[in-house]
């Protein structure tokens, strides 16, 4: 579109151009009136002619009442002859006066040689050196095809550079990075003694948890230039062209050396090789083998540091594991309740807080959250607070942001019919009373009806602290909170209804995982059951081997129906006998839509 646009405007002002020249040689005289000789001696005759100008065969005649006018004269006889001829009386004649100029050969040639000829030949030629300048423009951009698409931050970028100080967390892994960034501040001091430093540094760390940062943030402690790159930017329609861009990748880098290169993703093109589909011609396999060499291959490699960030190291090729590629892999976790408070505190430096902000109180409320979750929750608060108007960020807006992150937006206009509202009343109120009886639960925060989300109503419960295992009864716990909505529904209302889908599909994995994947099926002990394959070029975990006989089958299916039998009776059981609570609970959630923690305990303990 761009370049149609271009194109459009070239012609523009090319018609432009061919139209002002044809209008400056246009005769002005078009509009003149053109008479003949006979008339012209009538009007001398007559003293009507105030002037004549003779140019060339042209005559431009000055009537007294200043009209123009124009004739031609005989080019065999002179124009004094010629009026006599045609009668002009020698008085009258005498009386007119003739000036006479010399005819510009300009116009004659433009307009019988240049413009007929030459015109067009300039456009031709205008139009050829167009096309050809495309052409050449376009030959540069296939021969800058296999150019590297790596962005550079150089050190003097103070506004795009960071260090580790807007990092927060992460101790251990800003302890193992450490070593790099003394290597490329005081290389000879790592060399007199022998020492190399790691050619590649792996992060690994789930999604949110800083790995971008925290590279960004070794190249500014390093002060060194810091390419970066996403793995997907290899990989291109045509085949070569990843290995290419990772060959032009790293000239550039050793020209700056010491110098950080940074491939985001990197298991976008560092898969595990022959297997799936595809073969050794495959583009990414091509682009894995160059980044091979280019890390430990016969040319010496030293001043460039590797950085790769990743979520899923389980699916790597083990050759770019080996040492001599990635020596180091730094592990990065879910912030714990100090780092979320540090990262807290980094996202509100510049919003205005209330008084009453207590960022540890939000931390404690948000275990599991990743650094870019609490970024997020931040932002929600502050985007909260211009929509009321306010001026400061307080404490409610925090924490209702939390729930926001969680659940998703409130769906104000999901209106409940007054049958449904009372169901859905139960039904979290079963899930919240289930909750509270049993010891092995997280303790509740918020029970409400007000649609969030894709949920038409939900329980929250949040740690009270971080948790890093967890027990066997604590699962057992929370298959009966899973279990509780769907037996409050059938107590009640003696029939369940579609709200307690996602519960039992919920309820129905974790079972299947305690017996398949933890080992705590007490009938078939300490096991797991099934390996799963990826299929590496069309996503995770394709198809499950089944290493089990069909008798294996049989009992697991049989402990997964009793985890969550004994499960649904310990939650019947407690709804039963606390039924007037549940009541209780149900009615103030009609009244209220939502019950706050401290006014749910108020609840329990009456």
């Not at 209804?497 to 300490?526: I, W």
Request: glycine share 8%; proline share 3%; net charge negative.
């Amino acid at each position: 579109m761009k370049n149609l646009l271009k194109n459009f405007l070239i012609i523009v002002l090319i018609f432009i151009f061919v139209s002002g020249v044809f209008s400056l040689l246009a005769d002005k005289k078009e509009t003149i009136k053109e008479i003949t000789l006979n008339e012209l001696v009538q009007q001398i005759n007559a003293g009507q002619v105030s002037q004549i100008v003779v140019t060339g065969q042209v005559l431009d005649i000055l009537l007294k009442d200043e009209t123009r006018q124009t004739a031609n004269k005989e080019s065999e006889s002179s124009l004094s002859e010629s009026l006599k001829n045609y009668g002009a009386e020698t008085a009258k004649l005498q009386q007119v006066p003739i000036e006479i100029k010399q005819d510009s050969g300009w116009k004659f040639w433009l307009g019988s040689v240049v413009l007929p000829f030459l015109l067009p030949v300039l456009l031709m030629g205008a139009f050829l050196w167009y096309m050809m300048r495309q052409a050449q423009r376009g030959a540069g951009q296939s021969f800058g095809f296999t150019k590297s698409l790596a962005r550079m931050i150089m050190p003097e970028d103070k506004k795009q550079s960071t260090t580790f100080a807007s990092v927060a967390g992460l101790k251990e892994a800003k302890e193992e990075l450490n070593e790099v960034v003394d290597f490329l501040r005081h290389p000879k001091k790592f060399i007199d003694i022998g020492a190399k430093i790691p050619k590649g540094v792996l992060l690994i760390g789930p999604p949110g948890c800083g790995k971008t940062l925290l590279a960004r943030a070794v190249s500014g402690e390093a002060n060194v230039p810091f390419y970066h790159i996403s793995g997907s930017e290899f990989v291109e329609l045509f085949v070569g062209v990843g290995s290419a861009r990772v060959r032009d990748l790293f000239q550039n880098a050793k020209k700056s050396n010491p110098c950080i290169i940074f491939i985001d993703e990197l298991d976008a093109i560092g898969r595990q090789r022959g297997a799936g589909l595809g073969g050794g011609h495959d583009e990414r396999e091509q682009t894995l083998n160059q980044i091979l060499v280019e890390m430990d291959g016969f040319e010496p490699n030293n001043g460039v540091v590797v950085l790769a960030a990743t979520n899923r190291p389980d699916i790597l090729d083990s050759a770019l594991l080996r040492p001599g590629r990635f020596d180091r892999r730094v592990m990065l976790d879910l912030p714990d309740i100090n780092d979320r408070e540090e990262v807290l505190q980094i996202h509100a430096k510049n919003k205005p807080l209330a008084s009453d902000v207590s960022l540890r109180q939000i931390a404690e409320r948000t275990p599991g959250f990743s650094g870019a979750d609490l970024a997020n929750l931040v932002n929600e608060a502050a985007i909260s607070a211009a929509r009321q108007e306010k001026k400061e960020l307080n404490n409610l807006d925090l924490i209702n942001s939390i729930e926001k992150v969680l659940l998703g937006p409130e769906r104000k206009s999901h209106i409940l019919s007054t049958e449904e509202k009372r169901i859905a009343a139960y039904h979290e109120a079963g899930h919240a009373l289930v909750a509270a009886a049993l010891p092995q639960t997280d303790p509740v925060r918020k029970v409400s009806i007000i649609a969030r989300g894709q949920a038409a109503g939900y329980t929250l419960k949040l740690p009270e602290r971080d948790k890093h295992l967890h027990r066997r009864s604590e699962f057992v716990a929370e298959l009966s909170v899973f279990l509780a909505g769907y037996n409050a529904e059938k107590l009640v209302f003696e029939e369940v209804t579609t709200g307690a889908g996602n519960d039992l599909e919920q309820a129905t994995d974790l079972a299947r995982r305690l017996v398949m994947r933890y080992g705590m099926s007490e009938k078939l002990g300490p096991r797991t059951f099934g390996e799963t394959e990826d299929l590496i070029f069309l996503g995770k975990e394709i198809s499950t081997e089944k290493n089990y006989s069909e008798k294996v089958a049989q009992e697991i299916d049989k402990e997964v129906h009793d985890f969550i039998d004994n499960a649904g009776k310990t939650a019947q059981k407690i709804l039963t006998e606390k039924r007037a609570l549940l009541d209780k609970i149900a009615n103030r959630l009609i009244e209220k839509e939502t019950i706050e923690k401290e006014e749910f305990e108020e609840l329990i303990k009456s």
